[in-house]
């Protein structure tokens, strides 16, 4: 789905600049387009908005987007511990995030995310698995993520500055 929006919003905008080349920047153009009109965006902004600023909210809904998942979509608290730690760029364990994966599977956080299994031992899952790119998207967007990491995301595709 966000394939197929994505690399019709950043070919319309090569279009318009009358270039037959997409660049990184159409995509990020579409990308940004995108978030602020998809459907998703309610549930990222309840589970994720806060009155303290500095909060983790969204950083931590990210990195369980970028998490390790099994075959059904599950993930482990541990799982989170690296590309948390990778966006924040430093170690981060599980006692540092442990209360927001908790709050992600609450009502007041639109909860984004079903939690299985017994304490000590829980998996979790998005409820929605739409919500894991958009989360990635938006984190990419909102300078959540620096742009080296955003950009190290498009990196492995390609070296260039052009999609072919």
């Not at 019709?8 to 009358?18: F, H, L, M, P, S």
């Not at 927001?100 to 299994?117: A, N, Y």
């Not at 300078?143 to 990196?155: K, M, N, Y």
């Given at each position: 789905?966000?394939?197929?929006?994505l690399?019709?919003?950043?070919?319309?905008?090569?279009?318009?600049?009358?270039?037959?080349?997409?660049?990184?920047?159409d995509?990020?153009?579409?990308?940004?387009?995108?978030?602020?009109?998809?459907?998703l965006r309610s549930?990222?902004?309840?589970?994720?908005?806060?009155?303290?600023?500095?909060?983790?909210y969204?950083?931590?809904?990210?990195?369980?987007?970028?998490?390790?998942?099994?075959?059904?979509?599950?993930?482990?608290?541990?799982?989170?511990?690296?590309?948390?730690?990778?966006?924040?760029?430093?170690?981060y364990?599980?006692?540092a995030?442990?209360?927001?994966?908790?709050?992600?599977?609450?009502?007041?956080?639109?909860?984004?995310?079903?939690?299985?299994?017994?304490?000590r031992?829980?998996t979790?899952r998005?409820?929605?698995?739409?919500?894991?790119?958009?989360?990635?998207?938006?984190?990419?967007?909102d300078?959540?993520?620096?742009?080296?990491?955003?950009?190290?995301?498009?990196?492995p595709?390609?070296?260039?500055?052009?999609?072919?």
């Open positions: 789905m966000y394939a197929h929006l690399g019709q919003r950043a070919a319309v905008q090569a279009v318009q600049e009358d270039r037959l080349d997409v660049t990184i920047g995509v990020e153009a579409a990308i940004q387009r995108s978030i602020k009109s998809h459907m549930d990222y902004l309840t589970a994720t908005q806060s009155s303290r600023p500095g909060n983790l969204s950083r931590v809904l990210v990195a369980c987007a970028m998490a390790d998942k099994n075959a059904l979509g599950q993930f482990r608290a541990g799982a989170v511990r690296a590309p948390m730690s990778q966006i924040m760029g430093s170690t364990n599980i006692p995030f442990a209360r927001h994966l908790t709050e992600f599977t609450e009502p007041s956080r639109g909860s984004v995310l079903i939690r299985e299994g017994r304490q031992g829980y979790y998005f409820r929605d698995p739409l919500l894991q790119p958009y989360a990635l998207m938006t984190a990419m967007s300078g959540t993520l620096s742009e080296e990491f955003s950009r190290s995301i498009f990196r595709l390609d070296d260039r500055e052009t999609l072919d």
